[in-house]
């Protein structure tokens, strides 16, 4: 069997394996290549080989200044700004679960799950205050951000 290569700009992708092979070029772009029944398709990851390591390493308050306005769904967010933006209400992500995060008031205790469709937030009886039982809340990402945050930290 024999690899075809197809050169574009500074990148040679093999095609019967889907590798990538990058140029020394500083400017190259690097692609992978998606398997489609169809056609093969290049996709663009990032501009500049060492901008994901940038990425990668932003300190988290790099995170907070790319929110989205307060006013604006939590869809249109990105997974890393979310994660910045629970730290800096006092949220701390669970070690057997990322999606999982826990928070810990003087009034109470809570458990917030990034789930595919919604936001849980489980308020824990084992915590401070009187609850009898665990108590949980869904809120839809369609929600603004301001309004999902006033609703997790106004407690049970």
Known sequence: MSTVFFSVSNFIFSNPNYSV????????????????????????????????EEVSAAPEDEWLKRLPDKKKPLYSHSL?????????????????????????????HAQLSLDVTDLY?????????????????????????????NAVLGGP
Not at 91 to 108: C, G, M, N, T, Y
Not at 132 to 139: A, G, P, S
């Open 80 to 108: 890393p700004c979310i994660e910045a933006w629970l730290r800096s209400l006092g949220f701390f992500q669970s070690r057997e679960d990322r999606a999982v995060w826990l928070i810990e008031k003087p009034e109470w």
């Open 21 to 52: 092979r990058y140029s020394l070029s500083p400017k190259a772009t690097p692609f992978r290549l998606v398997r489609s029944s169809r056609r093969r398709l290049a996709i663009p990851v990032c501009s500049k080989s060492s901008e994901a």
């Open 121 to 149: 937030v489980r308020y824990l009886k084992t915590g401070p205050g009187n609850l009898e039982k665990d108590m949980e809340r869904r809120f839809s990402y369609a929600l603004s951000r301001e309004d999902i945050e």
